[in-house]
């Protein structure tokens, strides 16, 4: 069974009331970056999740998350 990165970028980003390229910014990557985790057509590097999370200052695992049918895959 193939397992997918889903994010929650979008979610936190606009709680916050930013645009793509506001958050790009605060992170010094390019709206595209942005957009294109955003939207799944690109995992982040570890580097990039890194700067996600710290500008939108939550933890990683809350961006992120490993998901197998749609469903959290369960860690042990």
Known sequence: MPET????????REARGWTQAHLAEEMGVSRKTVNTVENGVFSPSL????????????????LFSLTV????????
């Open 69 to 76: 049918d749609g469903r959290e895959k369960p860690w042990d």
């Open 47 to 62: 580097i990039v999740a890194l700067k996600f999370a710290a500008a939108l200052d939550q933890p990683v695992e809350r």
């Open 5 to 12: 990165l889903e994010n929650r970028i979008r979610h936190f």
